[in-house]
T-cell receptor, first 112, second 115 residues
């Protein structure tokens, strides 16, 4: 069965600083990997996804993630944080498009 | 992009009553919909997979008689919380997948408060 581990329940950065949110996965087959963002009392919005092909994936709002099979990782990065990036971020894995399994989430805090 | 709509977004009910939450795919047909539950400051836990025209598949530990799921059409799935109790208070989120792709689209969520 697949699983996801997100290191750090909270990450704090200053506005303009690099954002790095960590995600490691476990899957018995080549996985599909996703990053979602959730604002308070709202549903989830897809930031980016990896299915096949290029391992560096670019998403919305300047975010990107790199699939590293050897490290079973799919870390999310953004070169320069904005105040509007403050939210909860979830990494998720699915085995060939079946049900999604989510990580526990990382709350990103951005200070001025 | 594809849109999934949930209704109601917020509902407050008395203990012992039943509450129905609707999940609609507005611009695509979805043979499969998923229902998740999210406790405060926690991740999303898959409750069940709803398949159009057949019985839902529930995850281990989810009471199928308490959380009734109906997927009567390709654009609508409903979750009914029967005989709700305060411990059922939570944020419920649905997601739907167009028949021809693997990407999931999420609804806005429904916050249930049972008094």
């Amino acid at each position: 069965a697949q699983s996801v581990t997100q290191l750090g329940s909270h990450v704090s950065v200053s506005e303009g600083a690099l954002v790095l949110l960590r995600c490691n996965y476990s899957s018995s087959v080549p996985p599909y990997l996703f990053w979602y963002v959730q604002y308070p009392n709202q549903g989830l919005q897809l930031l980016l996804k990896y299915t096949t092909g290029a391992t560096l994936v670019k998403g919305i709002n300047g975010f990107e993630a790199e699939f590293k099979k050897s490290e079973t990782s799919f870390h999310l990065t953004k070169p320069s944080a904005h105040m509007s990036d403050a939210a909860e971020y979830f990494c998720a894995v699915s085995e060939r498009g079946q049900k999604l399994v989510f990580g526990t989430g990382t709350r990103l805090l951005v200070s001025p | 992009g594809a849109v999934v709509s949930q209704h109601p977004s917020r509902v407050i009910c008395k203990s012992g009553t039943s509450v129905k939450i609707e999940c609609r795919s507005l611009d695509f047909q979805a043979t499969t919909m998923f229902w998740y539950r999210q406790f405060p400051k926690q991740s999303l836990m898959l409750m069940a997979t709803s398949n159009e025209g057949s019985k839902a598949t529930y995850e281990q530990g989810v009471e199928k008689d308490k959380f009734l799921i109906n997927h009567a059409s390709l654009t609508l799935s409903t979750l009914t919380v029967t005989s709700a109790h305060p411990e059922d208070s939570s944020f419920y989120i649905c997601s739907a997948r167009p028949s021809n792709t693997g990407e999931l689209f999420f609804g806005e969520g429904s916050r249930l408060t049972v008094l």
